[in-house]
């Protein structure tokens, strides 16, 4: 069964520091990995992705991860923060099964942005 | 404009009371989804289904119900709620290929439930 964990429920930064996010999967097979971001009382919202080739993938606000399959992490960063980041971060690995693929999240991590 | 369009958004009621929250989406999607997400367990899959007709358990499907009559909707129904599945729920959608391709999945906006 694919997993991912999410390291530190809670994550503290002050405006303009390095954001950084961390993420690990298990997966018997190649995955496909995400970053999805939730703002205060909205959905989720696709940030980045890997899925084949280049393992530093870039996304939207200026975040970026990259995919170390001898690690099995998928790290997100962004080198400076913005109050505007301040949500809650899920890492995701698809499921690619006979019966049917789904998302796995991780636990998310909720990142405060401090002035 | 695309969209997965979820209801009621905020709903409290009384344990054992039937209720269904719907979701739908415009984007003609084989695939789509139903999670819980509570805190420090991220988002938890309950359901999802294929195509019309086809549905299978997710990770926590004890307690729920779902129907696939038609491609567009995909309705959670909770039969006998209960104070434990007092959560915040999403539906997502996603073409089949696109989910085997790594494409991303579309969530609503979310309904959050309190079961007293």
Request: hydrophobic share 35%; net charge positive.
């Amino acid at each position: 069964a694919q997993s991912v964990t999410q390291l530190g429920s809670h994550v503290s930064v002050s405006e303009g520091a390095l954001v950084l996010l961390r993420c690990n999967y298990s997966s018997s097979v190649p995955p496909y990995l995400f970053w999805y971001v939730q703002y205060p009382n909205q959905g989720l919202q696709l940030l980045l992705k890997y899925t084949t080739g280049a393992t530093l993938v870039k996304g939207i606000n200026g975040f970026e991860a990259e995919f170390k399959k001898s690690e099995t992490s998928f790290h997100l960063t962004k080198p400076s923060a913005h109050m505007s980041d301040a949500a809650e971060y899920f890492c995701a690995v698809i499921s690619i099964k006979a019966a049917g693929n789904k998302l796995t999240f991780g636990g998310g991590t909720r990142v405060l942005v401090k002035p | 404009e695309a969209q997965v369009t979820q209801n009621p958004r905020y709903l409290i009621t009384v344990t054992g009371k039937k209720l269904t929250v719907t979701c739908s989406q415009n984007m003609n999607h084989e695939y789509m989804s139903w999670y819980r997400q509570d805190p420090g367990l991220g988002l938890r899959q309950i359901y999802y289904s294929m195509n019309v007709e086809v549905t299978d358990k997710g990770d926590v499907p004890e307690g729920y119900k779902v129907s696939r009559k038609e491609k567009r909707n995909f309705p959670l129904i909770l039969e006998s709620p209960s104070p434990n599945q007092t959560s915040l729920y999403f539906c997502a959608s996603s073409t089949q290929s696109g989910l085997l391709r790594g494409t991303e999945a579309f969530f609503g906006q979310g309904t959050r439930l309190t079961v007293v």
